[in-house]
């Protein structure tokens, strides 16, 4: 072994087999792999969006035709998906493996979203909760918080992106000379158990102050 540090350009890429030989692959070998998603997207059928489990969606691209020939069956993709209510799932390419991905349309594009392999996402009774004992009425406030703090979307006020405003007050004291901000600090100390029903019947009671609205008469008026 060299006592040196490996430059990004000598990392190479290869598959190990059972005995311990490493076969190489190069990207050109990656690149003409015999796949037909490599080079092109692949309509594999069409469901109702409601149908996919939102955990095995990725983020979203968007897609846009290469040159005027490829425009006119984007379009009638586009409007075929927005006629027929659905979203299309497609096969395609992706950083040398083949996934599986969502067509929907957004406005006059299609975006491609990746999904998970079902293989990729863990089984929710590993990670479930064991059975528990709920008093009456438990649900019944958190329903009431829900209702509250229901909203028609994500925009608006109580949605905005709080790290970028943070990271922007670091900058702007740290270009000025001034005292770095702090963040707060949290209601609860360290180790102090929170009643979450507590926490829910005060979120309830705020949500409604701010509205300007009276107690819910699905709310209980105390512990």
Not at 72 to 84: F, G, I, M, S
Not at 200 to 213: D, I, T
Request: aromatic share 4%; charged share 25%; with cysteine.
């Amino acid at each position: 072994m060299e006592d040196r540090e490996v430059s990004f350009g000598e990392i190479g890429q290869g598959y190990e087999l059972a005995g311990g030989r490493v076969i190489p692959l190069t990207a050109e070998d990656l690149r003409r792999m015999p796949l037909p998603t490599a080079r092109a997207i692949e309509l594999v059928g069409f469901l109702q969006a409601a149908a996919v489990d939102p955990i095995r969606i990725g983020p979203g691209y968007y897609l846009q035709p290469q040159g005027a020939v490829a425009a006119k069956p984007y379009v009638v993709l586009r409007q075929a998906l927005q006629r027929a209510s659905k979203v299309a799932v497609a096969r395609y390419a992706w950083h040398g493996r083949e996934r599986l991905g969502l067509l929907r349309v957004r406005g006059d594009v299609i975006t491609l979203h990746g999904l998970l392999w079902p293989d990729e996402i863990r089984d929710p009774a590993q990670v479930a909760p064991a059975p528990v004992r709920l008093e009456e009425g438990e649900v019944e406030e958190a329903v009431a918080l829900i209702e509250v703090m229901s909203r028609d979307s994500v925009e608006g006020p109580e949605f905005t992106d709080r790290y970028t405003e943070a990271l922007r007050e670091v900058i702007e004291a740290k270009q000025e000379g001034l005292r770095l901000p702090e963040a707060p600090q949290p209601a609860a100390r360290p180790g102090q158990l929170v009643d979450l029903m507590a926490a829910l019947h005060e979120s309830v009671e705020k949500a409604q102050a701010s509205r300007g609205s009276r107690t819910s008469p699905n709310c209980r008026a105390g512990p």
